[in-house]
Nanobody, 116 residues
Framework: QVQLVESGGGLVEAGGSLRLACAVSGSAFSPTRMGWYRQAPGKQRELVASIASGSSNTYADSVKGRFTISRDIVKRTVYLQMNSLKPEDSAVYYC??????????WGQGTHVTVSS
């Protein structure tokens, strides 16, 4: 069974930075594209960034120019560098395949809180 373990979240002031990491284990399936999703209270989960080898990264308009996704294929880890954080970036962040989340179950996520 696949395990998705997200880490790196925390409490940060507006304008600050965080680097999230997602370690993938337990699956022989090597997805072409991985993504970071987030879910704020009362809102639907949304895809904020995705990465694929040999293809362009994608970003939601709300995070373009501030977030950067990267991956270490050998370590099977996906990263999300988040700069210039805003209070509206506060959410639980998850990783999964993209654009369709195929890995089940989802990981526990990592909480990001941005104070104004």
């Amino acid at each position: 069974q696949v395990q998705l373990v997200e880490s790196g979240g925390g409490l940060v002031e507006a304008g600050g930075s965080l680097r999230l990491a997602c370690a993938v284990s337990g699956s022989a399936f090597s997805p072409t594209r991985m993504g970071w999703y987030r879910q704020a209270p009362g809102k639907q989960r949304e895809l904020v960034a995705s990465i694929a080898s040999g293809s362009s990264n994608t970003y939601a308009d709300s995070v373009k120019g501030r977030f950067t996704i990267s991956r270490d294929i050998v370590k099977r880890t996906v990263y999300l560098q988040m700069n210039s954080l805003k209070p509206e970036d506060s959410a639980v962040y998850y990783c999964n395949t993209a654009p369709n989340p195929l890995f089940q179950p989802w990981g526990q996520g990592t909480h990001v809180t941005v104070s104004s």
